[in-house]
């Protein structure tokens, strides 16, 4: 090879070292993120797919993350314990203090307000998780509320009556099976609607509880390197207002993800 030919050569291999360090790397093969299949509108199965906030949330952080993900939504129950047995990550969950001892945390992607929900004809404005002394409340099975509420279960302050998911609670609340309901203002007001119980159910004028959302990956998980960039992505997509967008984009119809 003439000298002319191998500085040729030689320049070739540079350029192509310096596209390699200055591209992204390709990931080879996608996330696993679990989503409850019965939650609308924040995450739902719709056909094969996982459709609502979450899963429109998840899609466009990872991307703008540069990761590959596929979303899946199972039963919540199932999802928890994929989560344990370290077969995925969880979105959609609640910060509580067994869960820290378990999983990582990303920063919060969404705010949910936890309303109270009561049949018109026993409506009396409840306004704090005491009102509800003595009451049979419905919950998802398998759900954490947060530490709060979570406690006052614990100590009997209301009876837990579990279903599995808030249309099954609804329908135990217009049959007067249950005294209250717990659901998220957004999913609530779906279910009140869908099941023709607007004249009959009404809900508390404020939330008994805000509590901040996350995607989380098992403590065990090999993914846990990716949360720093996940978490960029999520700083960024909310300064810029992009998630907040979403969040109204799926509420009205109109969402691309």
Same mark, same amino acid.
């Given at each position: 090879?003439?000298?002319?030919?191998?500085?040729?050569?030689?320049?070739?291999?540079?350029?192509?070292?310096?596209?390699?360090?200055?591209?992204?790397?390709?990931?080879?093969?996608?996330?696993?993120?679990?989503?409850?299949?019965?939650?609308?509108?924040?995450?739902?199965?719709? /056909? $094969? &797919?996982?459709?609502?906030?979450?899963? +429109? =949330?998840? #899609?466009?952080?990872?991307?703008? %993350?540069?990761?590959?993900?596929?979303?899946?939504?199972?039963?919540?129950?199932?999802?928890?314990?994929?989560?344990?047995?370290?077969?995925?990550?969880?979105?959609?969950?609640?910060?509580?203090?067994?869960?820290?001892?378990?999983?990582?945390?990303?920063?919060?992607?969404?705010?949910?307000?936890?309303?109270?929900?009561?049949?018109?004809?026993?409506?009396?404005?409840?306004?704090?998780?005491?009102?509800?002394?003595?009451?049979?409340?419905?919950?998802?099975?398998?759900?954490?509320?947060?530490?709060?509420?979570?406690?006052?279960?614990?100590?009997?302050?209301?009876?837990?009556?579990?279903?599995? /998911? $808030? &249309?099954?609670?609804?329908?135990?609340? +217009? =049959?007067? #099976?249950?005294?209250?309901?717990? %659901?998220?203002?957004?999913?609530?007001?779906?279910?009140?609607?869908?099941?023709?119980?607007?004249?009959?159910?009404?809900?508390?004028?404020?939330?008994?509880?805000?509590?901040?959302?996350?995607?989380?990956?098992?403590?065990?998980?090999?993914?846990?390197?990716?949360?720093?960039?996940?978490?960029?992505?999520?700083?960024?997509?909310?300064?810029?207002?992009?998630?907040?967008?979403?969040?109204?984009?799926?509420?009205?119809?109109?969402?691309?993800?």
């Amino acid at each position: 090879m003439t000298f002319p030919a191998r500085l040729f050569a030689l320049l070739i291999l540079v350029v192509g070292l310096a596209f390699a360090v200055l591209m992204p790397a390709t990931q080879s093969h996608a996330e696993t993120i679990y989503v409850d299949e019965a939650n609308p509108p924040f995450m739902y199965r719709a /056909g $094969d &797919e996982a459709a609502g906030i979450y899963p +429109a =949330l998840i #899609r466009a952080i990872f991307r703008h %993350a540069g990761i590959n993900v596929d979303v899946v939504a199972v039963p919540w129950k199932r999802a928890i314990e994929n989560l344990d047995a370290n077969k995925g990550g969880v979105a959609g969950i609640y910060k509580n203090l067994e869960r820290q001892k378990k999983y990582v945390f990303s920063q919060p992607i969404h705010i949910e307000q936890l309303m109270l929900y009561q049949r018109q004809s026993t409506f009396d404005n409840p306004t704090d998780i005491d009102d509800l002394r003595g009451q049979t409340v419905g919950v998802i099975r398998g759900w954490s509320y947060g530490d709060q509420i979570d406690d006052a279960r614990k100590r009997g302050v209301f009876s837990a009556s579990e279903a599995t /998911g $808030d &249309e099954q609670n609804f329908q135990m609340l +217009a =049959l007067g #099976r249950v005294d209250t309901v717990i %659901a998220i203002g957004e999913a609530g007001d779906v279910w009140v609607k869908r099941l023709g119980l607007s004249d009959k159910v009404v809900r508390s004028k404020t939330p008994i509880r805000e509590n901040p959302t996350y995607i989380v990956f098992n403590r065990a998980s090999s993914t846990i390197s990716t949360v720093t960039m996940i978490n960029r992505s999520i700083e960024e997509l909310r300064e810029n207002g992009t998630l907040q967008r979403i969040a109204q984009e799926v509420l009205q119809g109109t969402s691309n993800y």
